[in-house]
């Protein structure tokens, strides 16, 4: 059964950096796109990156261009998002999703969902 597990939320002031991780198990992470999506208090979830099977990033978001990145390691079965120079606005329950492809971030292509890390943004 495919799992997906965050970790690496936290507390963090604006302006510093975290590394979300997204681990996989259960099936071949090899064959599958995952995406981050964050879910900020009182609004949607909204998709913020993608990394395809092959290595290629897909941008949701045009607010976290050039401060966060995707990148994946299949021997290790994760997927990281490294957030910097962090704003308050980041605030938000971070999540990862597999689909076949990254396509346009719709929520309805992705599937095995985690169960969300924190991070809040706050001096």
């Known amino acids: 059964q495919l799992q997906l597990v965050e970790s690496g939320g936290g507390l963090v002031q604006p302006g510093g950096s975290l590394r979300l991780s997204c681990a996989a198990s259960?099936?071949?992470?090899?064959?599958?796109?995952i995406g981050w999506f964050r879910q900020a208090p009182g609004k949607e979830r909204e998709g913020v990156l993608c990394?395809?099977?092959?290595?290629?990033?897909?941008n949701y978001r045009d607010s976290v261009k050039g401060r966060f990145t995707i990148s994946r390691d299949n021997v290790k079965k994760a997927v990281y998002l490294q957030m910097n120079s962090l704003k308050p606005e980041d605030t938000a329950v971070y999540y990862c999703?597999?689909?076949?492809?990254?396509?346009?971030?719709?929520?309805?292509?992705?599937?095995?969902w985690g169960q969300g890390t924190q991070v809040t943004v706050s001096s």
């Open positions: 999703a597999a689909a076949r492809i990254c396509g346009a971030g719709l929520q309805a292509d992705f599937g095995s």
């Open positions: 259960g099936f071949t992470l090899d064959y599958y796109a």
């Open positions: 990394i395809s099977s092959g290595g290629g990033s897909t």
